[in-house]
C-alpha cells in the first residue's frame, strides 16, 4: 500500500505542537509497517533526519504554503499532482489542510477549531480561508482524526459530522520529560531563576496562549505573597504579541519574570521538570500538550476550565478561569501555600500520564487511516 502524507510542518527546529504529533506518529508508523511504503510531501527543502526508514520516499513540491494563496496552490494543485503520479491509496494529513480536487482517501487529522471560537485571534486572511475551506475538509474526508474527546464534539456539532467519522487519537509526551533529581533542579533554577522557585508557562506567545492575564496573575500573586518566586516564560513570539511586549517591559515585578524565548525540547524538558508547578490559562485547546509534558516530569499544573483542558489535566491540576486573572493568582497562591495540596496533586500525575503515550497514539493512528482505506 501507497500511503501519502502531508508533512509540511517537519521543519528541523521548529517542532511545535502539530509537528511534534506528526513526528512522533509518523516515525512509529513507518518502522512498524516496512511493508508499506510511505510517501513525504514537503514544501521545502526538507531535513534528513525525518525520513525515518527507508520505506519513506521524500517529495519536495512547490509552492512553499504559508498563507492562503499558497496553501490553495499547494493543496489543490501541487498535492493532486503528486498523489496522482504516486498512485497514492490514501491521504494522511496531520494539519488540519486538505484537498478538495483529489478523489483518493483523505484520513484527515483536526486538532482543533480554535479560529472558530476565537477568530479575532488570527489573522484576517487566515481566519477567511480556515473558516471557509476547514468545514468542506471535514465533510470530504473519509475519516478524520482529533486529539481529544472535546474537539471531537466540537467537529461534531460544527461541521455536521457523524461522531462515527471521528476517532480520537491523544498526544503523547516526549521521553525526554521526566522527574528531575534534587541537583538537577537545583542546576536548573540557578541558571534560569537566580536560584528561586519559579512557576513556568511553554507555549508559542499569541493571544490564545492568554499571556496579559498570567502576566496580571503574576503581579496579583507577588503582591500578596513578597515571595522569591519567579516566572520562567518559554516560547517563540508567534502573532498579535504587541500587547504582552508592551507589559513585559512595564509591570511592576518585570524583573522577576525571565523570558527565555524557544527552546529544544532536551532543554525544556529540563526546564519543566524543575518548576514548582506549570501554569497553563490558556483560553481554548485542542488539547494542551505542555500540560501532559509538565505532569510527566511530576510538576503539578494550574490550567483552565475550558476546552480540553480539564480532559488532559485530570486530577492532578486546579482548574482556573482563565478570563479572570484574580482566580489565577488565587490559585498560584493556594498552590504556594498548600504543601499538602501540592503533594497531593504530584500523586495524582503518573496515573494521569499513562492514559497517553505515543506508542498508543501512532497505533490508534494507523486504525484510523485502516478504517479509511477500508471505507468502514
Not at 521543519?11 to 511545535?16: D, I, S, T, V
Not at 485571534?121 to 471535514?138: E, G
Not at 527552546?263 to 485547546?285: K, P, T
Request: aromatic share 14%; with cysteine; net charge positive.
Amino acid at each position: 500500500m501507497r500511503i501519502a502524507v502531508n508533512t509540511r510542518l517537519l521543519l528541523k527546529g521548529k517542532l511545535e505542537g502539530i509537528g511534534w504529533f506528526t513526528h512522533q506518529t509518523l516515525e512509529r508508523m513507518v518502522k512498524k509497517h516496512p511493508e508499506h511504503e510511505f510517501i513525504f510531501f514537503f514544501d521545502r527543502p526538507y531535513d534528513h533526519s525525518f525520513i525515518f526508514a527507508p520505506n519513506v520516499t521524500a517529495v519536495v513540491a512547490p509552492p512553499q504554503a504559508r498563507h492562503p494563496f499558497l496553501f490553495y496552490l499547494w493543496f489543490e494543485w501541487s498535492v493532486p499532482y503528486l498523489l496522482k503520479k504516486y498512485k497514492a491509496d490514501v491521504f494522511l494529513s496531520p494539519d488540519g489542510f486538505s484537498s478538495l480536487s483529489t478523489n483518493v482517501p483523505t484520513c484527515l487529522v483536526i486538532h482543533d477549531l480554535a479560529f472558530e471560537h476565537y477568530p479575532e485571534h488570527f489573522k484576517y486572511r487566515d481566519r477567511l480561508y480556515w473558516r471557509y475551506y476547514s468545514p468542506r475538509f471535514a465533510q470530504k474526508a473519509k475519516r478524520i482524526v482529533t486529539v481529544s474527546s472535546y474537539s471531537k464534539q466540537d467537529i461534531a456539532h460544527r461541521y455536521d459530522v457523524s461522531e462515527n467519522k471521528i476517532d480520537v487519537v491523544y498526544n503523547g509526551a516526549h521521553a525526554e520529560y521526566r522527574p528531575l533529581s534534587f541537583d538537577e533542579k537545583e542546576s536548573v533554577k540557578t541558571k534560569y531563576a537566580e536560584g528561586c522557585e519559579y512557576f513556568v508557562f511553554a507555549g508559542a506567545l499569541h493571544p490564545r496562549k492568554n499571556i496579559v492575564n498570567l502576566l496580571k496573575a503574576f503581579i496579583a500573586f507577588k503582591k500578596k505573597q513578597r515571595s522569591n518566586m519567579k516566572l520562567v516564560i518559554v516560547g517563540r513570539l508567534a502573532w498579535k504579541y504587541e500587547e504582552v511586549m508592551e507589559m513585559r517591559d512595564t509591570m511592576p515585578f518585570k524583573d522577576e519574570v525571565k523570558w527565555v524565548g524557544y527552546m529544544n525540547v532536551e532543554e525544556l524538558s529540563r526546564v519543566m521538570g524543575a518548576a514548582y508547578a506549570l501554569v497553563y490559562a490558556s483560553l481554548f485547546e485542542g488539547f494542551g500538550i505542555p500540560i501532559l509534558e509538565a505532569l510527566q516530569c511530576n510538576v503539578p499544573a494550574i490550567v483552565s476550565n475550558t476546552s480540553s483542558m480539564p480532559e488532559v489535566a485530570g486530577n492532578a491540576a486546579l482548574l482556573v478561569d482563565p478570563t479572570d486573572h484574580k482566580d489565577i493568582a488565587e490559585k498560584m497562591q493556594q498552590l504556594y501555600k498548600d504543601e499538602t495540596l501540592r503533594a497531593k496533586l504530584i500523586a495524582a500525575a503518573p496515573e494521569q500520564v499513562r492514559k497517553f503515550n505515543w506508542d498508543r497514539s501512532a497505533e490508534d493512528l494507523w486504525s484510523a487511516l485502516m478504517k479509511c482505506v477500508s471505507g468502514s
